[in-house]
């Protein structure tokens, strides 16, 4: 409200001086209250191009300020400090405004105007079906959630979406370890690959995987049993029949195991638009298709028995093998033939969330997709950092092969998904995060998550007791917000619009986390300060008023993060 005011004061005033352009105004929090309510260091970008001293500017714009009649409701005062900042104090009046407002503005406080375009495709979590979802994958399925929440929330056009790594060498992988478990129940004597998956979910997969339809398969694992001898490490014959029965140890185990992520990220409150499937985008010819279009275009080209890309054209440091001389595709071919697909699709801005593994990757992706299509910046990638979770000062290690983990579903057990989800998403992704599971655990005003449900439930409370005289005019007359407190918790409302866009465009959730802390605080020192029932009704209906918007937009921020706002605590 200020800031579009002075705004539109300077666009006269330069109009006016005959200068080209100025800054954008921007209004910040004075480091000290005696300064005001909100600053602005705009004469002191201005002095050059015209060509003044910044308090000399400044002096005339604050008397162009005043002299603006809407403005000069804002604002009880206007002052000119230091080398030519302008601090502004702001009126009951213009509180009482931003208030009625967001009053206004409803359940939708905060929220960005819908663009249609450009169509946003976020993918996040994308792992092999072939083990349990661990606390890393946690933290980007919370991750990549809240900021779909969040991007959704601003206005952008996103669709979630889920790519199902369940191709090549890993699954291949997985199907043996889950047909030598399912061998071994049978009393058949085939231990587990040695580069294979060892923990425990894998013998319950096996066990979810026997029947009839496995029976068939017997005769398959019992050659496999005698041609390794005992020896985990020895390859297993290529045969026809002990390839089916890896081929159907393997789709069924991955079918398990991919309900079973569905049914897990759902009761955290992950939901996708989209599971895509890296198999389909070979059996439907898609790759092969897609290599000979960049070898048709000149993107790609043959160099002895392989196929490579140009990505160095497009700032990668070498080339980059499509297929190998054994005429196997590479992972980076199939993930081209996934990002053309998603392209076709009609996204038009691609955001991939990876683990801090694919950093060297992302170079040659953002080439491809600039060489699909035809434009710089269609592919964004966010690197994540890991989770160290401690328990009692001991640090958990995860691996997936050994089944040495911490599963997600452990970790909601321990702590629940409200705090999950809060912990797994309160640091900047690109930040290795240690989660303490002791605190996430306590109902004390130390947990944050705690700490702002509180802050949540106690509004609701105020708002419930209310006596029905006072709930039915909630700010229906002038607002009277007299106290600093009170003020104080207005600018904190006030500035949710501007932290929604911010950590939309910034791409951090950890952002509405921490704004939801702070909001939190100032409730609790305002509820503490002010008291809210039992004093006239004018301060009473806009205490209320205050209490009522507070809720919401606590209740917002909890919903960004995929966090419960409960009623009652």
């Known amino acids: 409200m200020l800031t579009e005011r002075v705004s539109k004061v300077v666009e006269e005033w330069a109009a006016a001086e005959g200068w080209d352009e100025v800054p954008s105004v921007e209004l910040g929090r004075p480091a000290e209250e005696a300064h005001g309510d909100y600053a602005t260091p705009l004469c002191l970008q201005m002095a050059k191009q015209a060509r003044r ?53 409803g359940d939708e406080v905060g929220r960005g105007v819908l663009q249609a375009e450009p ?29 779909r929440r ?38 058949i004597d085939l231990p587990v690959p040695e ?41 297993w014959p290529d045969d026809a029949d002990v390839a089916g029965a890896v081929a159907f140890f393997r789709n069924r185990g991955c079918s398990l195991m991919l309900e079973e992520m569905k049914a897990e990220l759902a009761a955290f409150g992950v939901l996708f638009d989209c599971w895509f499937s890296e198999t389909t985008l070979h059996e439907s010819g898609r790759l092969e298709r ?63 969330i990876w683990g801090a593994d694919h950093h060297g990757y992302v170079p040659r992706m953002k080439a491809a997709v600039e060489i699909l299509s035809g434009r710089s910046g269609a592919l964004e990638v966010i690197i994540g950092q890991l989770v160290n979770l401690l328990d009692e000062g001991e640090l958990k290690q995860m691996s997936t092969r050994r089944g040495e983990m911490v599963t997600l579903s452990e970790l909601v057990e321990a702590i629940g998904v409200d705090a999950a989800r809060f912990f797994l998403v309160m640091r900047s992704q690109d930040q290795t995060l240690d989660l303490d599971i002791g605190l ?79 909001l939190a605080a100032d409730f609790h020192v305002f509820y503490k300060r002010c008291r809210v029932i039992g004093v006239d009704p004018a301060k009473a209906s806009s205490r209320l008023a205050l209490c009522l918007v507070s809720k919401r937009v606590i209740g917002r921020c909890l919903d960004l993060l995929g966090v419960s706002a409960p009623e009652s605590m």
């Open 195 to 235: 580069d294979g998956y060892q923990g425990d979910y894998v013998r319950d997969t096996a066990a979810a995987v026997g029947g009839e339809d496995a029976e068939r398969w017997l005769a398959a694992l019992r050659q496999v049993a005698g041609a390794v001898s005992g020896a985990a490490g020895a390859e």
């Open 290 to 352: 897609v290599i000979d279009e960049l070898l048709g275009s000149g993107e790609a080209y043959r160099d002895g028995d392989a196929i490579w890309l140009r990505t160095t054209s497009r700032g990668d440091d070498k080339d980059r093998v499509l297929i190998r001389s054994n005429e196997q595709p590479t992972y980076f071919a199939a993930d081209i033939a996934y990002h053309e697909d998603k392209l076709e699709r009609g996204f038009d801005h691609l955001i991939n």
């Open 440 to 518: 996430a655990r306590k109902h004390s005003q130390d947990n944050p998550v705690y700490y702002v449900q509180y802050a949540h439930a106690r509004i609701a409370s105020i708002l419930r007791n209310a006596p029905a005289e006072l709930s039915a005019v909630i700010g229906s007359g002038p607002g009277v917000f007299a106290s600093g407190y009170e003020r104080q918790l207005i600018k904190r409302l006030e500035g949710f619009s501007t932290v929604i866009q911010d950590a939309a465009e910034r791409r951090a959730p950890h952002r509405i986390a921490g704004y939801a802390q702070e």
């Open 53 to 105: 001293a910044p308090r000399v500017l400044a002096e005339a714009l604050r008397e162009r300020l005043l002299a603006d009649e809407e403005l000069s409701r804002l604002v009880d005062k206007i002052e000119v400090a230091g080398p030519g900042f302008l601090n502004f104090t702001l009126s009951g009046q213009a509180y009482a405004t931003v208030m009625a407002q967001m009053l206004e503005q």
């Open 150 to 187: 969040l991007l959704d929330f601003s206005g952008s056009n996103v669709s979630a979406e889920f790519y199902i790594n369940d191709y090549g060498r890993q699954m291949d992988r997985f199907g043996k370890s889950v047909a030598a478990r399912y061998a071994q129940s049978q009393g």
């Open 119 to 147: 169509r946003v495709n976020l993918e996040f979590v994308s792992v092999n079906p072939n083990g349990p979802l661990h606390v890393g994958h946690g933290r980007y399925a919370a991750y990549g959630d809240s900021l």
